[in-house]
């Protein structure tokens, strides 16, 4: 059974800056074009950035120079660098996973970022 763990969300005051980290389990990481969600209170998901399993990158237009997507294969982990980070960007972040883009059929429980004063 795949599983994804998202972990480094927590409290950031606005212009700070988070890592979050989705680990992989259970299949070939490599394989999987991985991505990033968010959802705010009230709000539909929406993707915030995606990479393929040759690194190609792609990402929202609010967020692009803003966050960073990247992936470990050998450590099964995808990763978001999110730096100046303003209120707007609370939210619940997901991980998700698919070797069928656009659809993501694997996901992470959330990791919640708040930015605030």
């Known amino acids: 059974q795949v599983q994804l763990v998202e972990s480094g969300g927590g409290l950031v005051h606005p212009g700070g800056s988070l890592r979050l980290s989705c680990a992989v389990s259970?299949?070939?990481?490599?394989?999987?074009?991985m991505g990033w969600y968010r959802q705010a209170p009230g709000k539909e998901r929406e993707l915030v950035a995606t990479i393929s399993s040759r690194n190609h990158t792609s990402y929202a237009d609010s967020m692009r120079g803003r966050f960073t997507i990247s992936r470990d294969n050998a450590k099964n982990t995808v990763y978001l660098q999110m730096n100046s980070l303003k209120p707007e960007d609370t939210a619940v972040y997901y991980c998700?996973?698919?070797?069928?883009?656009?659809?993501?059929?694997?996901w992470g429980q959330g990791t919640q970022v708040t930015v605030s004063s």
């Open positions: 259970g299949s070939i990481f490599s394989l999987y074009v």
């Open positions: 998700a996973a698919t070797t069928r883009p656009p659809i993501y059929d694997l």
